[in-house]
């Protein structure tokens, strides 16, 4: 299946990693599915994704020490394909995997994606288990000087016939189970530690082989690629191999997080295309942390939350909610179910000024025609901010401010709004 045939406009779902971490469980993830069934899916949300480790047995039991228990035991076929766990998740005893869960979603209108890390389990490399479809055994395929910097469980692959066997024997059970949606991890930047590393694109061979490997199922499979920052001079590729790559870090409920994604999606603004998106991550909103012992709601203030929500919808980026959506309040509820914000997803967007203090964007949606401007106060009082029309590039034009439906008023000199610290207005003009 042609990549460019999957996320045609930048996916749209919830992901169990902000709330669960490790720990997710079926029960969860269905009673997640349901909710986003019931109050998002008629607003654009669909995807329904599994975090990390639902394959380790006993993951989080060791939360206080480690995020990831140190070569802990995981569920794993005799090819070396890892499986859910069945005590987490009941539904894929007998070897039936994902495919009930996934299946469940699918009955709600939804769609099913998980989570996998770059490479092959080091179990099967050290059990010299076979490679389903080949002669060659996993020991072949695996890279052992290929490691993860944060995550034990696996060995990279090398590049030759044995890696893309095992990539083409895992993508063809995973399609099977009816997964829309794989989310590889560290494989974007392979050394996000440092972000241009001579090793941070050590994995390009592997979302090589990935991307091959979906192609040959005939099945629409989103691939998206963590963790960031990804490599600016790497777009081409991305671009080619991929439909969505991770631009920042893990992004958290942390203004000076937010405040520096301007600057990401300025680097990114002009790599924004339909099957290929620049990936914010996920917008923490909500009940977050349960799984990091810490549940709690977003940090973020209101204004904050429309800035993030705003950005991210006019700049392209695919949106993964992150809450725990069995407790969502009327606010986020709000943020997650305003049509007029959502519709500017896609249009092509830039950048047309940011300093420390503020930052102004346009766009223009490429199927409708309608036009849009957002005006940003970054810094921490409140102030006015405000472009001319000629430094927008655009006509003179009355509008609707898009988060409170307030009309704007044709001005001749150009946008201006004051702001209070942190908040946005976005407007559609007419």
Known sequence: MNKNLCALTPPMGWNSYDYYDTAVTEDRVRANARVMADKLRDFGWEYVVVDIQWYAHK????????QYIPFGAVEMDEYGR???????????????????????????GLKFGIHIMRGIPRSAAHAHTGIKGSALTADLAADPA??????????????GEAGQAYYDSLIGLYASWGVDFIKCDDICNTDNLEEYSPRAYAGKHEIEMLSRAIEKQGRPMVLSLSP???????????K???????????????????????????????????????DCDMLPLGRLGKG??????????????????????LF??????????????EWTLSLLTNREVLAMLPCKARQILRDGDKAVWTGSDLRTGARYAALFNLSDEPAPVGASWEELEL????GTELWTGAALPLRETGLSARLQPHACAVYRLQ
């Not at 960031?228 to 991305?238: C, E, I, R, S, T």
């Not at 990091?292 to 919808?313: H, P």
């Not at 006509?395 to 009355?398: D, F, G, L, R």
């Open 59 to 66: 993951a989080g039991s060791m939360r206080d020490r480690f």
């Open 82 to 108: 890892l499986l859910p766990d069945p005590e987490r998740f009941p539904s894929s005893a007998g070897g039936r995997g994902f495919g009930p869960l996934a299946e469940y979603v699918h009955s709600l």
């Open 146 to 159: 290929s490691v993860c910097r944060w995550n034990p469980d696996m060995y990279g692959l090398r590049e």
């Open 228 to 238: 960031g920052p990804a490599l600016p001079d790497k777009a081409w590729h991305y």
């Open 240 to 278: 080619k191999h991929a439909n969505m790559w991770r631009i920042t870090d893990d992004f958290w409920d942390d203004w000076p997080l937010l405040k520096a994604m301007f600057y990401r999606c300025e680097l990114w603004q002009d790599h924004v295309e339909p099957g290929c998106w620049p």
């Open 292 to 313: 990091f012992g810490e549940e709690r709601s977003t940090r973020f203030t209101r204004d904050e939350q429309r800035t993030m929500v705003t950005l991210w919808c």
């Open 316 to 329: 392209g980026s695919p949106l993964m909610l992150g809450a725990e959506l069995t407790k969502l309040d």
């Open 395 to 398: 006509p003179a034009s009355a």
